[in-house]
């Protein structure tokens, strides 16, 4: 619908959101009359380079909290009923 609202203001993109592809990376975005152009193999190689680092900093807190464990168990004090000597 907006590109028919687009077409008969005269407009060539659409005006509230759209996108077209230009090549094989880069992507013309369209929003609120403003164009920006993305080039989506640079996204993409981001996006993967977070998640690396997010899966990177999940392992080693989870080996973190895996030590605390095996160190609160191996106390001798420890109960894991909860029960602790007075």
Known sequence: MDNEYS??????KEMVLG????????????????????NSKEVIEDIGEKINTFATKTKI????????????IKDKDFSPKGIQKI
């Open 61 to 72: 807190s989870i080996y973190k909290i895996r030590r605390k464990w095996e160190e609160l």
């Open 19 to 38: 996108c077209k592809r230009m090549d094989s990376e880069m992507i013309k975005i369209f929003l609120l009359g403003y164009e920006l152009d993305v």
């Open 7 to 12: 077409n008969m203001m005269g407009f060539e």
